[in-house]
C-alpha cells in the first residue's frame, strides 16, 4: 500500500489529453512538499519528467505539465503520442515518515 | 557523462546479507544527496534510505521496513556509494536503484538514476 495514491491505469487515443491524479495527506502534500513526477519504462530505470510540482527538466516536451492543490496534486498530458506508454509515479516527502513517499504507479495506455 | 552504475545484487538465502555498490561517474559524490530505492515486481516504487551530503556530514535515514538490517555508507576515494543489507528476508526481492538528489533538503527530487541491480532473497 503506498503512502500516495494514485490510479493504476489510465488510457487515451491519439492526440488526446489525459491525467493522472496522485492523492497524499497533511504529513506529505498538504504540508507543503513539491510533488515530483517520474516515468518508467519497461526494462529501464525512472526518470525526471516533473519536478517542484510544475517545472519540465530540459528535454522534456511541454506536452507534460504538472500541478498540486491542496492534498493532492496531477500529471497532465496533452497531444497523446505511442511513445507515452509507460508507468508513471508521483513522489514527495512524509513528515511523519521522515522519508520520500512515492505513488503506487500508473499505467498508461495509449490507444 | 553523469552516471550511477549499481552492482552487487545476485540470489541470497533468506538471513543472508549482500552489499550493493554504486559507482558515480561524471561528478563528485561527496557533494550529493545519495538515496536508495527499490522496486519488486509489480509493485510501485520505495523509497529505501538515503545519505545526505558531506556539508551535512553524511547523516542516514532509512524506510522503517529496512532499519536496523540496511546500511548506507560511502568511500570517496573511489566516488561510490554502498548499501550493506543484512539479515536480508524474502520481501526485499527487488531491483535496487541508486538515486542522486537534487539537494539535501526534503523537497528534493530524483534527477539522476542508475540503471538497477535485481537482489532475489529465496531458499
Known amino acids: 500500500q503506498s503512502v500516495l495514491t494514485q490510479p493504476p491505469s489510465v488510457s487515451g487515443a491519439p492526440g488526446q489529453r489525459v491525467t493522472i491524479s496522485c492523492t497524499g495527506n497533511s504529513s506529505n502534500i498538504g504540508a507543503g512538499y513539491d510533488v515530483h513526477w517520474y516515468h518508467r519504462f519497461p526494462g529501464t530505470a525512472p526518470k525526471l519528467l516533473i519536478y517542484?510540482?510544475?517545472n519540465r527538466p530540459s528535454g522534456v516536451p511541454d506536452r507534460f505539465s504538472g500541478s498540486k492543490s491542496g492534498t493532492s496534486a496531477s500529471l497532465a498530458i496533452t497531444g497523446l503520442q505511442a511513445e507515452d506508454e509507460a508507468d508513471y509515479y508521483c513522489?514527495?516527502?512524509?513528515?511523519?515518515?521522515?522519508?520520500?513517499?512515492f505513488g503506487g504507479g500508473t499505467k498508461l495506455t495509449v490507444l | 557523462e553523469v552516471q550511477l552504475v549499481e552492482s552487487g545484487g545476485g540470489l541470497v538465502q533468506p538471513g543472508g546479507s549482500l552489499k550493493l555498490s554504486c559507482a558515480a561517474s561524471g561528478f563528485t559524490l561527496s557533494g550529493s544527496a545519495m538515496h536508495w530505492v527499490r522496486q519488486a515486481s509489480g509493485k510501485g516504487l520505495e523509497w529505501v534510505g538515503r545519505?545526505?551530503?558531506?556539508?551535512?556530514?553524511?547523516?542516514?535515514a532509512y524506510a522503517a521496513s529496512v532499519k536496523g538490517r540496511f546500511t548506507i555508507s560511502r568511500d570517496d576515494s573511489k566516488n561510490t556509494a554502498y548499501l550493506q543489507m543484512n539479515s536480508l528476508k524474502t520481501e526485499d526481492t527487488a531491483v535496487y536503484y541508486c538515486?542522486?538528489?537534487?539537494?539535501?533538503?526534503?523537497?528534493?527530487?530524483?534527477?539522476?538514476w542508475g540503471q538497477g541491480t535485481l537482489v532475489t532473497v529465496s531458499s
Open positions: 545519505s545526505r551530503s558531506k556539508a551535512n556530514s553524511y547523516a542516514t
Open positions: 513522489q514527495s516527502y512524509d513528515s511523519s515518515l521522515s522519508g520520500s513517499v
Open positions: 517542484d510540482n510544475t
Open positions: 538515486t542522486r538528489r537534487s539537494s539535501d533538503d526534503s523537497s528534493g527530487y530524483y534527477y539522476v
